[in-house]
Structures are given as C-alpha cells and as structure tokens.
C-alpha cells in the first residue's frame, strides 16, 4: 500500500521533473545557506569565548577575596596548597593553572607602556590551554635562564620591539616598594584576546616572584573542566569549600561574550525561521498549483473508488520526497562545506584588519553540530507538513469529481 | 696540620690566578672599572650638598627651577625646590628605588606610581627613573675602555644581564685631568644615539673638582627642539648630612 | 498593445499573481528593513559614541594626535574660537584641555585624566552634564569644584562634596597641585572613561594648569552632522597648517571599522536569504508561466513571434515586480519608519555594546528614501532576474509541443 502510494507520488514527481528539481534545488540551498552561516557564525563565536578560556579565565577561576575590585599584591590566593589538593583530585577537572599578576610598565630606551605581567609556568599553560598555538613570533619558552619575556603582539607594536629586543619590566612589589628587572623578548603572542594582546607580558613564575617579592600565594587559578555543563555544579563546590575566595565563571568574568553566544543564538533562530518560511512558502506554491492541476485526474482515482485519504498520503509522499530530498542534498552539500572550512578555516582578511581590533580571528573554522541538522529535519519537515495543508483544504471543497466533467 | 691548610690556600690561589689569566682583556677592564670608580667617586662623594638652576627649554618654553639636594652616597637624596615662588617648597625624597613627593599646597606627601617613573621630571629631560638610579652605573654596566686620548678616555658602558636599564650603551669620554665626564651619550639597542649629556665648567670644591655645567640634548628626532641645562651654583662635600632628611617626615618638615 | 495585455493577463490569474506579488513584496519589505536596521544601529553606535565624549569634529595642533604632549597645543584659543564663531556649519563648539594628572583622596595616587572644559557649552558638545549621578553639573565660575567619573570616584573612595587632591603639569610643564572638591559624580556608561575622567570649569584650570588661552582641543559639533568630513576639511583650510581638524571618521577609526565588519556579517546573511528567495520567485514564475504553456502555444499558432512574447512574458513580470516592490518598499519603509521614532531598546545588551565603546541600548532604524529606493531597486532586478529562466524554457518550446503539454 505504502509502496503504491509512494511510487504514485514519485512518478507524479518526475512527470514535472524540472518544477520538482527547482524545489529540491532551493530546499538544498537554503538549508545549505543555514548550514554555512549556522556553522560559521558559531565558529567565530566560539573561537572568541575559547580563546578567552584558553588565555585567561578557564571555564572557572579563583581569585583571593576582594581582588577583583582592587587588585592588589594583598589580595591573593593563599591557601595555595588546599586548592591544589582539591582541583588534583577532582575528576571533572581537566587542567588548571596557577598565575601570579601584577600590574605594571614595560619600558624601552624609546617608549613606555603600562602592561599586566602574568608569572606563569609555561609547560602547564601549554597543557591547560594550549598557549603555545598562539605564539605568532619567537618561541615559546623563557630562555635558558628564564630571562625571556612572551608578550602580546599590540604590546610589542607599541612598544616597537621584536624577537631578542630588551624590555624594563617594572612594578610595585609586595612592600610597595619600585622594583624592576630586564628581560628579553623571547616570544610574541597572538591570542585574539584583545585584553591580552595589548597588555600582557608573560614571564617566568620564578621571575615574577622575584619582581614583586612574592614567596607564597597566586593571583588567579583558572580552572578547565571536561565538560562545560559541569561548570555551575563545580562552581558551586568550590565556594562552598573555599568562601574566602573569589570564584568566577568565565561568562561573568567576560559577560560580552555570553551575550554574543546568546545573541548568535537568536539571531540563527530568526535566520532559520525565515528561510524556512520562504522555503515553506515554495513548497506550498508547488504543491498547490500541482494539486490544481491534477483535480481531474484525482477526481477519476475517487470515481474509481480511491479512497480520499489514499490521495492525500500521495499528496503528502509528494512534499515529504520533495523535502526530504532537498534535505538531504542540502545536509550533503552543508556538511561538506562546514566539514571543509572546519578543517581550513574560512579567511575573512580580505576585509581588512577589522578583526585584529576586535579581537577576532581572521580565519574562522567551522563548527558542526548535529543540532543543526536535527532542527533542519524538524523545520523541513514541519514545512513539508504544513505546505499541503492548504492544498488538501482547496482539493476538498473544489469536489474532484465534480471536475472531471470540467474542460 | 697548619701546613696543609696552608697548602690547600695556596692551591686554590693558584687556581684563582690561573682562571684569571685566561680571562682576555683583564689588563683593560681593570683600569675601565678604575676610571668609572673614579668618576663616580668624584661625582658623588660620601655626601653632597648642592644647589643647582635647572633651566628647560622646548621649542617654544623656558623655565627656570632653583633647587637645593641632600644626598648619602647613591641611594638616598632629598630636594627642595627654591625657585619659582610658585613650586617653593616642594620636596622629593628618594630612597633606593623608592620616590614620594610632598606639595606644600595640597599638604600631601604622595608616592610616586611604578607607572610614572619613566615620566619626564618637571617637564626636564630627565625622567624621575634617572633621578632614582642613575647612581649605580659601577654596578649596573660592564666597561671597557675604547680609547685614549691625551686628553680623554672613551669608555663604553654595556649593562649587564641584571641591569633593570633601558638604554643598550652607555658611551662615556672622561677627562684624564679631572677624572670627570665630559660627555655621556646613551644609546639604544639598535645603536642609535637617544641623548646626549655633557659635562663643562669644572671649578674647584673644596679638594676636589666639579663640573658646574650640565647640558641635556634629547637626539629623538620628536624631542629634537629640547634642551635641559643644569648649574651648580654651590656644592659642599662630604660633609656631615643629616640622616633626618631621609625620611617620609622630612619631606613636610624640611619644606619650609 | 502588449502593455494591456500584459495588465490582463496578471489581473486574470489573480491568485497566482498575487502570490508572487505578495512574495515579491514581503521580500523587499524585508531587505528595506533589513538595511533601515543595519543602518540605523550603526548610525546609532557611532552616535552615541561620538556623542557621548569624542564629539564629531576635533581641532588640535598638528602634532597632537601621534604625540599628545604639551609641545602640541593649540596655543592660540582665541584665534581658532574667532574662526569658529564665522562659521555657518557650525552649531556649537568648545575648547577643553586634557592632561595627565595623579590623583590623591589618602596615600593612594590614582593616575587619570584631569581635563578644564567650558561647562555650559560643553552641554550641547557631549553628554557629559546628562551622565550625572550624583551632585550638580560644573558651572562656568566654578572654582576647584570636580565633576568626576563615577568609577574613578569609587576608586578614590569619594562622594559629593569630599576633597580630593591632584598632582601634575602645567602647560608650561611647571608643578600644578591643588585640593579640588568633588561637585557633582558622572556616569557615561564607559568603563574605563568613568573610571579615569574628572573635569574642571576651564576658567579656574587654566590658571591653576597656566593654560590660560590653550587648549588640547576645540569639540565642534556641525549643523548636519552627516557632513563632519567635509565641514573638517573646511576648517582646516580656514585655521591654518600648524592645526589638524579630523571627523569622527579619522579620530574614531576602530569603531568604524567595526561597523564595517558588522556590516559584512548583515549583508552575508542578507546575500544567503537572497539566493532563496531569488529559487522561490524563480518556481513561482515557472509555474506561472507553465500552467500558461497552452496559451503561449495558441499564441505561437496564430503567428506571434518567440521575440512578441518574450517580450510579453517579460513586461509581465517586471509590471508585477515594480507593483510588489512598490507595495513591499512602502510596507518596509513604514516599518523602518516607525521605528526610526520608536526605538527597538535591547534591555541587558548594554555590556556588548560597552565592548565596542558605546553606551546605547535602543536603537532607532535609520529612514532614508534614497537607500529605500536603493534596496527596491535590487529587489526589481532580482525578481525580474528570476523569472528569465522560466521564461526562456517556456519560449523555447515548439508552438504543438507547448499546447500538448500537461
């Protein structure tokens, strides 16, 4: 029966093979439009929060009490050892690091720049987040007497300096009392993270200690998580067992950035919805006018003792196939283009140096999510639906067998 | 028992002298680092008391500051500024890398920020940075003698690893009579010359010599219009300073 | 002739064109709208970031700009002021003169920008005089009376009416200090403005500062806004070489290149709901012209030519074009005209917006009959664009093939 049903439907398809193709066409293409900008828009949006997370915050990080408002060497995380123990032995986390910051100035025989020294350790940075794919000039290492300095790539602009130029570092210390060291440039970083770009100077945790006499105590402690809806549960804990402590997510520490996750989530809701309405729209036009068509030849089939809701599977099997074909070629094609820009990353500097300033990346790798794909399937479908409605509303009151005696 | 002590003393010398020797140069590093031990000798003293005119020019200013300094060795120097009427009483201290300021019209002592040592100095080309630590040139750089004149030795500065200073060299002429510097220029690291200090007018204080005159000239092209010139109207050295000027209290009570 | 046919034919298949004209015409609406938006929130953007402190048009001297120190002022205030005061396109103007200062409430030295600025006419230059939270606005015989950001006050620890000292140079680099009192607290929205600004009436700064006829910069606000750029190259012909006059454009580059790049993201959205619509006016066409196809065939038998209905089928289409653009550009206009006076408001959007320097949250549509009728334009030739597919498939059958077709 069903078999029936649907080769009727198929048949009656390929009888109007070129209206049937334009429809497939514009299903594929607008899903393939979808697809592409869904991918790429959460790509760029993504790439902002990870580098974010990479850079600086985690997905959480803790701060001694009161630091956050008045940053000062006073103000730090102490009880070191507790944190330690607790984030080693939890299996929700998957990295953290220990930074010691320190606001401060960079100075060349030239120019002079305030600047945020970070004291680091760079194998574990580099295992947390992978800082070391930021590197844009240099290496990634402080030298072999860890007198190398890594610092933002607008920093180094500013300051005119390059791979192997010398840099002042001074700061307040512990007594605030001036202190000062000379480091060399070592590495430069681009991390998209425009505070960061600007402002940070990384250098050795040992180093940093000795600048701003320090034995004990670390500023932030930034905490990555396997999986990112562990965030508020983790969160929580770590309040609970440290109160003293500032503990922060990383969408409060960079709330911009929650908003242009969720605005890019709205903003695809409102995208997909109207090219679906449009689609929806061709489907309907096509269905409806072949339904017109056809009265004649469906007023014979109920002549002949077809049932009505036989007619209107067939109808229905037309605009499912239409749409699922459409769907299928347009996931196809979608996927394909994601899968290849998620592998080469789609370049956007031929529109200039915007991004640098806004702390983009100009290259933007694709995302894929399988939502994508299931909302589609339910928009097209859905569409396919609704499309035949009207149809079958307009070939019931135009009673077929009535016209079959038309013309 | 003494023997062998005494034996091994004699082997480790031995050892001393024989890394020594292989270290090239020694004969002129040793007689550059006596000059410049010399000149800061001469230019410092165990203390110092000095009453200076600082004159700024710009393109299109100039201004003219009285002051009188206290200072102990490198590290601790008080100053007051006499002249103009408007700036009298206002005192710095600065103690090692540390430096406050006290402004009689506001009544306030307020330490200056790690963000404003490189700042210009009263508007001078000289940066509170080179107020702080312009002192320790003995520790801070490496020398090597370049060249010697009848008159002058050449002295090149290098600042070694540890040395928190911008500049890449320090290229100082000395004069072999006074032991004084004549002229220090400071370059970056790419060797282009950024300024350029000179030393003239020697006149005798007390037993020793002084330059009484000392020039400024900014090289950077943007800066190229400037000038800061330096009289020493009066010094006494060496003589017992107070230890009471050294102290965050004496920069309201020395500002009378 | 062909003209009245044409009119028949779309009147006699009433449903279907309308379909098509309604299609057509909610597209056009769509991207009138869709323009109005992208241009009046960047227009609003950049307004309100302009207008909040920067100001459209700024004078200093020459140097300034790359090297803002006091070897670069306009040191002649009263001169420019003339100037200014002769100009037409000019709406108001002021002078303020920024400088670097420490500021001290206890031990704690804050550095920030301490600036003299010409209080009643800095009302119409900036919003500096609405942004006020706490106290009263600066008048312009106030004496050491502070009108100081909101952040900065915060950091300083102090309320209206506290005392503050600042530390810094004058204009002819000599010490300038002084006990201010804090008059009224400001809040613009901008982080790190509020937390680094505090003013001074320019009649008691200049003295305290010895800037007496200085200024860092004279803020000119144009009669048409709009015409920034060219009324900054205006006056700087007028004022003389030793002086820079630059728009927005010049002294806020960053945010226009952001708007730029916000505008690529619009139109690459835009271009993708386009290539749809362009598939479905395209189908619509095609069936139009298909259920047609015995008709057309007729027409070949009786002797009209391929050219005589390509002709036909086209004017067609483009007559039910132009309606439904006239139709969608009228819908989309109303809309971005209501909007334009009544503002779409993004409550709780106001931290991405500060990213980009602005503090605005609602945000107007722009209304401008030109750009409308730009955007109908390109609907027209879309929509006539996708019909030609469909009708040159549909000419390009024979005349009994055509009448046979199902």
């Not at chain 1, 009505?308 to 499912?320: G, K």
């Not at chain 1, 080469?344 to 300033?357: H, K, P, Q, V």
């Not at chain 2, 102990?72 to 006499?82: A, E, V």
């Not at chain 3, 007028?238 to 960053?254: D, E, H, K, L, R």
Request: with cysteine; proline share 3%; net charge neutral.
């Amino acid at each position: 029966m069903f078999r029936l049903t649907g080769k009727i439907a198929w048949v009656s398809l390929a009888r109007r093979r070129t209206r049937s193709v334009l429809v497939v066409l514009m299903i594929a293409v607008s899903l393939w439009g979808l697809l592409f900008m869904e991918g790429i828009y959460d790509g760029m949006v993504e790439q902002m929060i990870n580098n974010a997370i990479r850079s600086d915050s985690g997905h959480i990080s803790l701060f001694g009490g009161g630091y956050r408002l008045d940053p000062d060497l006073s103000r730090q995380v102490v009880d070191v050892a507790a944190v330690d123990d607790f984030l080693a032995q939890d299996s929700r986390v998957l990295s953290y690091v220990k930074r010691l910051k320190q606001d401060g100035l960079v100075a060349t025989a030239h120019y002079s720049r305030g600047a945020a020294i970070f004291g680091v350790d760079l194998e574990v940075e580099e295992r947390h987040g992978r800082l070391a794919g930021y590197l844009y000039q240099g290496e990634f290492s402080f030298g072999r007497r860890a007198r190398g300095a890594i610092i933002g790539f607008k920093l180094a602009d500013k300051l005119q300096v390059r791979i192997g130029s010398k840099i002042i570092l001074s700061a307040q210390d512990r007594h605030s009392d001036v202190s000062a060291a000379p480091l060399k440039v070592t590495g430069i970083l681009k991390t998209n993270n425009m505070a960061f770009d600007e402002n940070a100077v990384f250098i050795a945790d040992k180093k940093a200690r000795q600048l701003l006499a320090m034995d004990e105590g670390v500023s932030q402690v930034a905490v990555i998580l396997h999986d990112e809806a562990q965030i508020p549960g983790l969160q929580q804990e770590l309040r609970r067992r440290f109160p003293h402590l500032e503990i922060l997510r990383w969408d409060e520490l960079y709330p911009a950035l929650m908003q242009s996750r969720v605005m890019m989530e709205g903003f695809n809701l409102v995208t997909s919805l109207l090219i679906f309405c449009v689609a929806a729209l061709g489907v309907f036009g096509v269905m409806l006018v072949s339904v017109l068509e056809r009265l004649r030849e469906f007023g014979i089939m109920l002549a002949i003792g077809t049932r009505f809701s036989q007619i209107r599977n067939i109808i229905f099997a037309e605009s499912f196939f239409l749409g699922f074909i459409g769907f299928g070629l347009g996931a196809l094609i979608g996927w394909g283009t994601l899968y290849y820009f998620m592998i080469y990353g789609l370049d956007l500097s031929m529109f200039g140096d915007a991004f640098d300033e806004f702390g983009m990346d100009a290259v933007t790798y694709a995302i894929i999510r399988p939502s994508y794909f299931v909302t589609a399937l339910v928009a097209v479908t859905m569409a396919t639906f609704l499309s035949v409605l009207v149809p079958l509303w307009v070939l019931k009151k135009a009673k077929p067998i009535e016209a079959i005696n038309k013309n | 028992m003494l023997f062998k002590k005494l034996l091994i003393k004699l082997a480790l010398f031995g050892l001393v002298w024989a890394v020594v020797s292989v270290l090239p140069l020694s004969a002129f590093v040793d007689s550059a680092d006596e000059i410049i031990k010399k000149v800061e000798y001469n230019l410092n003293g165990k203390t110092a008391v000095v009453e200076l005119t600082m004159v700024v020019k710009t393109k299109r200013t100039e201004r003219t500051m009285k002051m009188e300094s206290y200072s102990i060795g490198n590290n601790k120097s008080f100053i007051k500024i006499l002249y103009p009427g408007k700036d009298k009483g206002i005192t710095f201290l600065k103690v090692d890398n540390s430096m406050w300021q006290y402004v009689p019209r506001i009544e306030k002592t307020i330490k200056i920020p790690a963000s404003m040592m490189l700042q210009s100095w009263m508007g001078s080309d000289f940066s509170n940075d080179d107020l702080v630590k312009e002192s320790s040139i003995s520790e801070d750089y490496t020398k090597k003698l370049l060249e010697e004149t009848d008159e002058e030795y050449r002295v090149e500065l290098l600042p070694t690893e540890d040395a928190a200073v911008v500049w890449g060299k320090i290229i100082m002429a000395v004069s072999k009579m006074y032991y004084l510097p004549t002229t220090v220029q400071y370059f970056d690291e790419d060797d282009m010359l950024i300024r350029e200090l000179a030393y003239t007018d020697i006149k005798p204080f007390g037993d020793r010599f002084y330059p009484t005159r000392w020039l400024m000239l900014p090289k950077e092209p943007q800066k190229a219009a400037n000038k800061t010139i330096i009289e020493i109207s009066n010094a006494v050295f060496d003589a017992e300073v107070d230890e009471s000027y050294f102290t965050k209290r004496a920069l309201k009570r020395y500002s009378k | 002739m062909l003209f009245k046919l044409a009119l028949r034919n779309i009147t006699a298949h009433k449903k279907r064109s309308s379909v098509t004209a309604l299609l057509t015409a909610i597209m056009t609406a769509l991207l009138v709208f869709s323009s109005a938006w992208i241009d009046g929130s960047h227009d609003t953007m950049i307004q309100s970031a302009v207008e909040i402190y920067p100001g459209y048009l700024q004078i200093t001297g020459k140097e300034f700009r790359a090297n803002p120190s006091y070897d670069h002022l306009i040191f002649d205030a009263a001169a420019i002021e003339q100037e200014l005061a002769q100009n037409n396109d000019i709406a108001s103007f002021g002078a303020r003169f920024e400088s670097f200062v420490l500021f001290s409430a206890d031990e704690k030295a804050v550095g920030g920008m301490l600036t003299g600025i010409e209080p009643e006419k800095e009302v119409h230059l900036s919003r500096l005089s609405s942004s006020l939270k706490k106290g009263e606005y600066l008048s312009a015989d106030d004496t050491n009376q502070v009108y100081i950001g909101h952040e900065l006050a915060k950091r300083l620890k102090l309320g209206v009416g506290d005392e503050v000292a600042f530390v810094g140079s004058g204009a002819d680099y000599s010490f300038a200090a002084d006990n201010l009192k804090v008059k009224g607290i400001f809040q613009t929205g901008l982080f790190d403005f509020d937390a680094n600004s505090a003013f001074l009436a320019k009649g008691y700064f200049d003295r305290i500062m010895v800037a007496e006829n200085y200024a860092t910069h004279f803020i000119v606000l144009p009669k048409r806004p709009q015409q920034a750029e060219e009324l900054a190259a205006a006056i700087a012909d007028n004022i003389g070489p030793q002086y820079q006059s630059a728009s927005w454009n010049q002294t806020m580059a960053g945010l226009v290149k952001a708007m730029k790049l916000d505008s690529i993201f619009s139109y690459i959205t835009l271009g993708i709901i386009f290539i749809v619509i362009f598939f479905v006016i395209m189908i619509y066409t095609f069936l139009a012209v298909f259920a047609r196809i015995r008709e057309i065939g007729i027409l070949r038998a009786i002797g009209t030519t391929p050219k005589q209905i390509l002709a036909l089928l086209l004017l067609e289409s483009s007559l039910l074009a132009l309606i439904s653009v006239v139709i969608g550009g009228l819908i989309g206009g109303a809309f971005a005209y209501y909007f334009h006076h009544n503002p779409i408001v993004f409550a709780g959007m106001e931290e991405q917006f500060k990213q980009y320097g602005l503090a605005a949250s609602a945000m107007p549509t722009a209304f401008m009959p030109l750009v409308i009728l730009r955007d109908m334009v390109v609907m027209f030739g879309l929509s006539v664009l996708s019909t030609l597919y469909p009708i040159l498939k549909v000419n390009g059958f024979r005349p009994v093939e055509a009448i046979h077709h199902v």
